[in-house]
């Protein structure tokens, strides 16, 4: 499994270099939203006297400036390729071959992300020279982000894979989907900080598995978080894999029996 893994990873890696530019572009595109974010947030904080839920400007242009790597180390397989998949026979091929369909996904985005950190790199830089980010993290923090934008991956992972496996028994998931991205937009800490957010709604994200992929991986390297809450939070991704895995576990050996091949 491990010569499987640095394989496909190693395909990923020179396939997505091949396609260097689309990439890059792809990484420009998407600094839009985290840019108008920033905007009106730092507005909001300059009227406030400078801070807003304890970010000044300064601390929102690094929260949102890593945001951009963690959004992208967030692309995984979307549930709607499972649709092509079905539709095209992709998935009869791969019922074919010995190693479970989900070792190619975690291992070609993970090859992937190799390269989107390598382009990330200068689009940091030139953000960092526009928005003057204040980033001061602890070497707690810096190793525990290192591992949480990964552990951010994996539940990512696990989670958009079961979810697209409920085309096992529907031709459409968009509207799952749908529902699933909007509860992750508001309590993930992709649309604010989570500091931002009324208390109802912290409490309930902490039951939930979207800051554990996203605000906890960007405070863990901006914010002041404790080695005790770094830990923690490194605990809760390793729960939301285990739990993601097993639900894929359990989604996958009944959905498998429900399959019916179709298109090619």
Not at 181 to 192: C, I, N, P, Q, Y
């Amino acid at each position: 499994m491990l010569d499987y893994y640095w394989t496909v990873m190693k395909t990923a890696v020179m396939t997505q270099f091949q396609y260097r530019t689309a990439n890059y572009f792809y990484m420009v595109g998407m600094v839009a939203e985290p840019v108008i974010y920033l905007v009106v947030w730092s507005m909001i904080a300059a009227a406030q006297g400078g801070s807003v839920g304890g970010y000044t400007p300064g601390a929102l242009a690094a929260y949102y400036i890593v945001w951009t790597l963690v959004r992208n180390m967030n692309i995984v397989f979307t549930p709607y390729g499972w649709e092509w998949r079905i539709q095209h026979g992709e998935l009869s091929a791969a019922l074919l071959r010995p190693v479970h369909p989900l070792h190619f996904d975690i291992a070609y985005f993970a090859g992937w992300k190799l390269v989107v950190i390598i382009l990330w790199l200068p689009l940091a830089a030139a953000l960092s020279l526009i928005f003057r980010p204040e980033l001061s993290p602890s070497w707690q923090g810096a190793i525990t982000f290192a591992l949480a934008i990964w552990g951010a991956y994996l539940i990512r992972t696990m989670l958009l894979w079961a979810l697209g496996m409920i085309t096992f028994w529907t031709t459409r998931v968009s509207a799952l989907y749908e529902l699933f991205f909007a509860a992750e937009l508001l309590l993930s800490g992709r649309l604010v900080p989570m500091s931002l957010l009324p208390d109802w709604a912290q409490r309930l994200s902490s039951y939930l598995p979207f800051q554990w992929t996203f605000g906890f991986p960007i405070e863990a390297l901006v914010g002041q978080l404790s080695p005790a809450q770094l830990l923690a939070g490194l605990g809760m991704q390793l729960l939301w894999i285990a739990v993601g895995g097993a639900a894929v576990a359990l989604i996958w050996q009944r959905g498998v029996r429900a399959f019916t091949a179709v298109g090619n």
